[in-house]
Nanobody
Framework: EVQLVESGGGSVQAGGSLRLSCLASGFTFDDFDMAWYRQAPGNECELVSAISSDSSTYYADSVKGRFTISQDNAKNTVGLQVNRLEPEDTAVYYC?????????????WGQGTQVTVSS
């Protein structure tokens, strides 16, 4: 059974940093593409960053240069280092995954972790 469990959210002041982590089970990263999404109140869910099974990465323009996605195969985790946080980054952050080699459907999701940035 595929499971994704996020952790690492919290409340920080603008300019601060957090490290979000997604603990994965039931698959290996060789077989999966992974992504981080976020959803702020009243907004649609937004793709923030992604890492494919071949380790290529994607970042939304709004987070380029501030966020870094990584994966640790030994620990079965996908991390998102979020730096220079802004109040606009306040949202619930979700880890998502899907089988590699096909169109992304976001088949698996975690429960989310809240990030709150105060000015």
């Amino acid at each position: 059974e595929v499971q994704l469990v996020e952790s690492g959210g919290g409340s920080v002041q603008a300019g601060g940093s957090l490290r979000l982590s997604c603990l994965a089970s039931g698959f290996t990263f060789d077989d999966f593409d992974m992504a981080w999404y976020r959803q702020a109140p009243g907004n649609e869910c937004e793709l923030v960053s992604a890492i494919s099974s071949d380790s290529s990465t994607y970042y939304a323009d709004s987070v380029k240069g501030r966020f870094t996605i990584s994966q640790d195969n030994a620990k079965n985790t996908v991390g998102l280092q979020v730096n220079r946080l802004e109040p606009e980054d306040t949202a619930v952050y979700y880890c998502a995954g899907d089988w590699a080699g096909r169109d992304w459907n976001g088949s698996y999701w975690g429960q989310g972790t809240q990030v709150t940035v105060s000015s």
